[in-house]
């Protein structure tokens, strides 16, 4: 299955997340626990649009494509609504912390992302769960047939590839210091690049975090190396493609 919602998922959260931080939170007077709930708070919402997009899949036998569609126009247009079409500022400089501090020297948002895809790959390679995901992608029968509960397997993926959107999205705010529905345009296309690159297999049951990781670094170098190199905005779409 491919979730297209990723993109717009990342804009939802990273509105939700500065609204709370700027209307709950208290702005500028925002403390570190209200930012906290802020944050958890868009991340949590688009892992409920993961639960919804893994329920309509299992139980109502919708294809994955044509939900994931169209919870990317609703995400996206809620996203609008919230935002009231424009970008949400006055948070905190404390609340880039997540997207722009450091720690020991390294970027937070390097450590976060190194300590989430280990996490990935030991689950993946070494439990139970991960088995299971690599079988559910395979062959979904021969894993039923097997005793995996499938549609518990799949909706299990959707809610965490919700919840990973969503904190995307939430450090995505951190950085950019702001909310805005523009923000992860593109970005759907971007994981997919990057999880084919990684050697992710599109009939299922085939890839590794490893690949995936090295996938990413690719499509991050060739479009920062363009950025650098002063390339075109409209150019760097065809190299990348």
């Not at 209307?23 to 925002?30: K, P």
């Not at 950085?175 to 599109?202: D, F, H, R």
Request: charged share 5%; aromatic share 8%; glycine share 16%.
């Amino acid at each position: 299955g491919i979730d297209l919602s990723v993109g717009s998922l990342v804009a939802l959260s990273s509105v939700i997340c500065a609204w709370f931080v700027v209307n709950v939170a208290g702005a500028g007077n925002a403390t570190a626990i209200g930012m906290v709930f802020s944050c958890l708070g868009g991340i949590l919402v688009c892992g409920g649009v993961g639960l919804f997009t893994g329920t309509m899949v299992t139980r109502f036998r919708i294809p994955p494509f044509i939900v994931t569609l169209a919870m990317m126009l609703v995400a996206s247009g809620f996203a609008y609504m919230i935002a009231q079409g424009t970008s949400i500022y006055n948070v905190p400089d404390s609340f880039t912390w997540l997207g722009r501090g450091m720690f020991a020297g390294i970027p937070v948002a390097v450590i976060l992302m190194l300590i989430l895809y280990a996490g990935a790959h030991v689950i993946m390679s070494k439990s139970k769960l991960g088995r299971a995901i690599y079988a559910v992608g395979g062959n979904p029968e021969a894993a039923r047939l097997s005793g995996i509960r499938v549609n518990r397997v799949l909706v299990w993926v959707y809610i965490v590839c919700g919840l990973l959107a969503g904190l995307g999205g939430v450090i995505l705010a951190s950085q950019l210091k702001s909310g805005s529905p523009t923000y992860g345009n593109m970005y759907e296309l971007y994981t997919i690049a990057a999880v084919v690159v990684g050697g992710t297999s599109l009939m299922g049951g085939e890839g590794k975090m490893v690949g995936t990781l090295t996938g990413a670094f690719i499509i991050g170098i060739i479009n920062n190396g363009m950025n650098l190199l002063g390339v075109d905005a409209y150019a760097q779409k065809v190299v990348l493609g």
